[in-house]
């Protein structure tokens, strides 16, 4: 009797099992494996948490004059060089804030209205500016391994560290003078605004296009240049930078 027993136990769990094993069977296949979550997931995790920057590039600046006088005015070439850091604000998407600290050159060819005979006069302003950045960059992934398109938003302020306005003689009038473009009736020194732009990252290797908005007057409020009038008239900034860099 006993055996009888054994039996019909043994046959008992054999056939929970069988039906266990069953359902887990019908659960997996009932759920699918999202093989491009695991991928993206996998790519997201292999992101740095943290990473710093060298970075040197070209300027060509921009300038908004709108004053009684509207002069033709052309982009000097200058140079950036500086660093950034970069901080990773989620475990989930490749969100970073990045800061950093850059010199900045840049300059203008402007033909300047000097006199009331509406005379036009050729002048060249230099500016080394000092500038603080602050964006937040979004990595995305491509088909290429180990390369992302990172665009960016963000604002940057700059402080005015030396720079002259060269003014240059001719026929009509020969004298020249050099001023410092920061003095009491030139720009502020202080520039703050709106910076977007893309970059690509490739391995260590980083390269960048932006461009800065500069939203605030720089014009002081006894300039004399541009017969500028401080009561409805205003100059602002802008700038494209072509960047590239290392990152570590």
Known sequence: ??????????????????????????????????????VASSWTQQMPREYYSVRLGLTAPVLFIDTKLDPSRH????????????????????????????????????????NPANYQKKMSIRMHTFEI???????????????????????????????????????YDPSRRKENTFRSEGFSSLDAGLRLGCGMTFMQFYAEIAYDWGMTNVARSNMQDFQYDDFDDSINTGCFFFTIGVNF
Do not use: W
């Not at 019909?8 to 094993?21: C, D, E, N, V």
């Not at 970069?86 to 970073?96: A, M, T, V």
């Not at 992934?141 to 060269?166: C, H, N, Q, R, Y």
């Open 75 to 114: 982009a000097q070439a200058g140079m950036q060089l500086g660093f950034a850091y970069g901080y990773r604000l989620s475990d989930e998407y490749p969100i970073y804030v990045e800061p950093g600290i850059f010199y900045v050159s840049k300059g203008y060819t402007i033909n300047a209205n000097t």
């Open 133 to 171: 950045p602050v964006v937040c960059k979004y990595r995305i992934e491509t088909m290429f391994d180990d390369f992302t398109v990172d665009p960016f938003l963000g604002g940057f302020i700059s402080l005015g560290l030396a720079g002259d306005t060269k003014y240059f003689g001719d026929s």
């Open 1 to 38: 009797m006993s055996k009888h027993i054994q039996l019909l136990l043994i046959a008992t769990g054999l056939f929970l099992g069988s039906q266990k094993a069953s359902a887990t069977d019908i659960e997996q296949q009932a759920t699918p494996v999202n093989y491009d979550q695991q």
